[in-house]
């Protein structure tokens, strides 16, 4: 793509690509088969749901993009040799929460990112059962979209001394998380948690239910950048240990390191992430 307005025109062909591999997950979902549930080298579930949101998103994007590649969890991934020479890529997450979507909670998440020069600069993160879009990136801002309109993102600004809330997953890293926090009992006036699944942690930070997820176990990068991007044009952003900014397909693995994502980038953050 040449330049932003030229994104802007994919805006209502990459929202109907959500919605309809959302719509292809809830078919399965709200079935009362059973899930034919199979599981992939790294020990990750994966079910027809997932295939099937894969298939939708990978077809529409190349018709749509047909210049750009693809990079989806459950597409092969090339060897860096081949990805390394990408400027731009399509990261899609086709179904981010695949536990929370065999336990039912609705925890789960359709995503499509786009990468530029190692950047995620536009995402769309769409939630099937509560039909709702989150949308945007650092050029655009972000919106939220549901049955009850639209509204623009702003993340929340944090005081010392204040309230934190934090959100945290619900399967990895609780232990070293409660640690974390527990740490921190003297600098605010109330801590709270709520643990969720898939990129709904980063959301809930663009949105401002959330000041901070600290996220200390692994990931990989297309569990992060659509929402990555949401966040970020939200006001928000990602940092690695060393508080640089989380960026994408800089190495051989497709790995994020343990990973902070905070609403307010004007707060004091080297005083509580630690390298």
């Given amino acids: 793509m040449e330049d932003m307005s030229d994104l802007r025109e994919l805006f209502p062909a990459l929202e109907r690509i959500v919605r309809e591999a959302g719509q292809a997950i809830l078919k399965v979902y709200q079935q009362e088969a059973p899930l034919d549930i199979d599981t992939k080298s790294d020990d990750s579930p994966v079910t027809q749901a997932d295939i099937a949101a894969h298939r ?107 309230e934190l809330k934090v959100v945290g997953s619900r399967r990895h890293g609780a232990e070293a998380l409660d640690d974390l926090l527990n740490s921190l009992s003297q600098d605010f006036s109330n801590i709270s948690r709520i643990d969720m699944g898939s990129s709904l942690k980063i959301c809930a930070c663009a949105e401002g239910s959330a000041d901070w997820y600290p996220r200390l176990a692994l990931t990989s990068e297309w569990d992060t950048a659509a929402a990555h991007a949401v966040l970020k044009g939200a006001g928000g952003e990602i940092y690695k240990p060393d508080l640089t900014p989380l960026q994408y397909n800089t190495k051989e693995d497709i790995l994020n390191p343990h990973f902070h994502a905070v609403g307010d980038v004007e707060f004091p953050w080297p005083n509580y992430i630690k390298g």
């Fill in 56 to 162: 939708i998103i990978e077809k529409s994007l190349l018709e749509l993009t047909p210049d750009i590649p693809i990079l989806s969890e459950e597409g092969g991934l090339p060897g860096y040799d081949i990805r390394g020479t990408w400027s731009e890529y399509w990261l899609v997450d086709p179904l981010d929460g695949t536990k929370e979507f065999i336990n039912k909670n609705g925890e789960f998440t359709v995503n499509i990112a786009l990468i530029r020069d190692g950047e995620a600069i536009l995402g769309y993160v769409y939630v099937p059962v509560l039909d709702k879009l989150y949308f945007g990136g650092t050029d655009f801002g972000s919106v939220r979209k549901d049955r009850a309109g639209e509204e623009r993102l702003e993340a929340q600004a944090l005081k010392l001394g204040g």
